[in-house]
């Protein structure tokens, strides 16, 4: 047996945030009818990463469910911003961008980034019941790991081969769960199989300096604090 200690180094460490929103249940109904009542009145969906479903336009922060919204995020994201380092003295959190998609039965969204921000999120208002795909999925944006991988063991002894040879990462996320990741990190959505809809709220999260708040005319997209 070998008693020489081997020090593991993890290099570039990519951090995945999730967690549930407080009272999501009264929120997510909420939720529901502001985003089925702005459907109606834009039908035309956005077209982005999406294919089929619907793409909503920009949200806005005025609107009532959306400060709320942005209240409850705004102490999570600076717990991260904090866990991550980020220098709050100077900057604040800033909100690019906040939008909604619908993904009912054969929709999905192909891979893509939000290269143009720090962070990106996604919350879950509804989910089918009977989970039939539209799963989020994470890739591993180290595109040379993929060249060669060794053969693994995937049972409960060896759960490491499930995390160090997978190129894809599919999150369980149930109603009301909030995704935080950076802006820069390849994601997508299974096709839905599902006659029930799958909603999600997303956003991306910037920092902005401080000094520009009392700049006449500075008016970003969103901003809080």
Do not use: C
Not at 59 to 83: G, H, Q, R, W, Y
Not at 91 to 116: A, E, P, Q, R
Not at 154 to 179: C, M, P, R, W
């Amino acid at each position: 047996m070998l008693t020489q200690k081997i020090e593991e180094v993890k290099l570039f460490p990519t951090s995945i945030f999730q967690t549930k929103v407080p009272s999501y249940g009264i929120f997510n109904e909420e939720f529901k009818k502001y985003i089925y009542t702005l459907k109606s009145k834009h039908p035309e969906s956005d077209s982005k990463s999406n294919q089929k479903g619907w793409h909503s336009p920009g949200l806005n922060i005025n609107d009532e469910i959306i400060t709320k919204f942005v209240n409850i995020l705004d102490p999570m994201l600076e717990s991260i911003a904090n866990k991550l380092g980020w220098d709050l003295e100077q900057y604040f959190i800033g909100y690019k961008s906040i939008w909604s998609i619908i993904n009912d039965k054969y929709s999905y969204n192909l891979v893509h980034s939000h290269g143009d921000a720090l962070l990106a999120l996604a919350y879950y208002v509804k989910i089918p019941k009977d989970n039939k795909g539209g799963n989020f999925y994470f890739t591993d944006p180290r595109i040379t790991s993929a060249q060669r991988k060794p053969p693994m063991l995937y049972n409960k002894q060896h759960q490491l081969g499930k995390t160090h040879s997978a190129f894809n990462h599919v999150l369980d996320v149930k109603e009301g769960d909030l995704i935080i990741f950076p802006g820069w990190m390849d994601h997508g959505v299974k096709q839905s199989t599902s006659d029930d809809d799958r909603i999600v709220i997303s956003a991306n999260i910037n920092l902005y300096p401080r000094e520009d708040k009392i700049k006449p005319g500075f008016q970003p997209n969103y901003f809080s604090h």
